[in-house]
């Protein structure tokens, strides 16, 4: 199977600060990426995506940066707060069907 | 308008039952998976339909049969449950194809005693 990771398994911050989250992935050939989000108890829940075309995008508050020389995605969450703790997973795709998660990275949002 | 939805939400049974997981869409989407997500939050996929045909199966033990009888459902049979079968199932559905978000349901969190 492919092989999606994470650099750190948790993250804390303080509110206010901006939260950077890594991810790297094996598959050169991965064309697809999403940055999901996952409160507890419930599903992953779509933040951002990138095409491999691209190397940076920017949603409301938040922005995805891909080296795709390194293999690299990262997850830029700006003014962090509360409502941002949560699990965020990337994953990687090369064919749009199968999708490849990471193994997450725990936010902590300290007030 | 929940647009995935899961039932049971919680399951809890023992060793060598026969058990099954229901998924609906409301979204009109083509395509449907199934992922396991163990205890350390690592999310697998098991399976993908579209169109009510199979297009991904993972390497997983054929005790698992997932069954669609339309493109709005997906379900999940799961027979002689072991206690590592014990995770979190969610169901997603998706458009086909690249750039095609995936929508996650609440997840079904399975418990083998």
């Known amino acids: 199977g492919e092989s999606v990771g994470l650099h750190l398994p948790t993250l804390s911050v303080q509110e206010g600060d901006n939260s950077i989250i890594n991810c790297a992935y094996s598959?050169?050939?991965?064309?697809?990426f999403i940055w999901y989000k996952q409160e507890s108890g419930k599903g992953p829940q779509f933040i951002i995506d990138i095409r491999s075309n691209m190397d940076k995008r920017q949603g409301q508050r938040v922005t995805v940066l891909l080296n795709k020389t390194v293999k690299h995605l990262s997850l830029q969450i700006a003014a962090t707060q509360p409502g941002d703790s949560a699990v965020y997973f990337c994953a990687e795709t090369p064919t749009g069907n199968q999708f490849y998660f990471g193994t997450g990275t725990s936010l902590t949002v300290i007030p | 308008d929940t647009a995935v939805s899961q039932t049971p939400k919680y399951l809890v049974t023992q060793m060598g039952n026969d058990k099954s997981i229901k998924c609906e869409q409301n979204l009109g989407h083509d395509t449907m998976y199934w992922y396991k997500q163990d205890s350390k939050k690592f999310l697998k996929i098991m399976f993908s339909y579209n169109n009510k045909e199979l297009i991904i199966n993972e390497t997983v033990p054929n005790r698992f049969s997932p069954k669609s009888p339309d493109k709005a459902h997906l379900n999940l049979h799961i027979n002689s449950l072991e206690l590592g079968d014990s995770a979190v199932y969610f169901c997603?559905?998706?458009?086909?194809?690249?750039?095609?978000?995936?929508?996650f349901g609440p997840g079904t969190r399975l418990t083998v005693t």
């Open positions: 598959n050169s050939a991965s064309d697809y």
């Open positions: 997603a559905s998706s458009g086909f194809g690249i750039s095609s978000e995936q929508y």
